[in-house]
């Protein structure tokens, strides 16, 4: 299942850098015209690698799956495969209200399925387990679909709250979920 997510992840990547368009140009100024679609491609790029990164993480530490652990799983894909189309919509519309939201909600809906993929985990593998023992607080990961929901509904206050709202949560998350990671490798002969 990790090969499959890692897949997936790769091509909505892969999808969402066919969004940015060749600059017009050889002049760092026709570059210049096209920044909005090379920022919001960044700022998604980033935020595919911290989830692939924390989903690699996460599943390092997990023993068992289970059907209910596979639906949680694509759950959270279906969220990030929106990605690439939202991305070009902001890109193209970045000063609009609306595509600012509906980018937040893929995101939001990402976050509330990655924690609803931890708690699948967890039920799978047992309270004992080294992913429930890791599990603690959860901090970063409330405090994150709340800045998302923020940015939702200010993003109808202004765009450029929301897109800060954006930075700052993959600010937060750009250093791995060190609650698993502390966990050791499982040995591979």
């Not at 998604?44 to 989903?55: A, K, L, P, Q, T």
């Not at 596979?70 to 519309?93: Q, R």
């Not at 993929?117 to 967890?122: A, D, E, G, N, S």
Request: proline share 5%; glycine share 8%; hydrophobic share 50%.
């Amino acid at each position: 299942m990790e090969a499959f997510s890692d897949g997936v992840m790769a091509v909505i990547i892969t999808i969402t850098a066919f969004g940015i368009a060749v600059p017009a140009g050889p002049r760092l100024s026709d570059l210049n015209k096209d920044l909005s679609h090379v920022l919001v491609y960044v700022l998604s790029f980033i935020y595919i690698g911290i989830y692939w990164n924390n989903h690699h993480h996460l599943f390092r530490v997990t023993d068992r799956l289970n059907g209910a652990v596979m639906w949680a799983n694509l759950h959270l894909l279906f969220w990030l495969s929106l990605v690439p189309v939202l991305t070009g919509w902001v890109a193209k519309y970045y000063r609009a209200h609306l595509p600012a939201s509906i980018y937040g909600c893929s995101f939001a809906g990402a976050a509330v399925a990655y924690g609803i993929l931890v708690r699948t985990i967890v039920r799978a593998n047992g309270p004992d387990s080294t992913v429930a023992r890791g599990l603690g607080s959860d901090f970063k990961g409330n405090i994150s679909i709340v800045m998302y929901l923020l940015a939702i509904g200010l993003a109808w206050v202004s765009p450029w709250i929301s897109y800060g709202l954006y930075v700052g949560v993959a600010v937060i998350w750009f250093v791995p979920d060190r609650r698993f990671s502390r966990q050791p490798e499982p040995f591979e002969p």
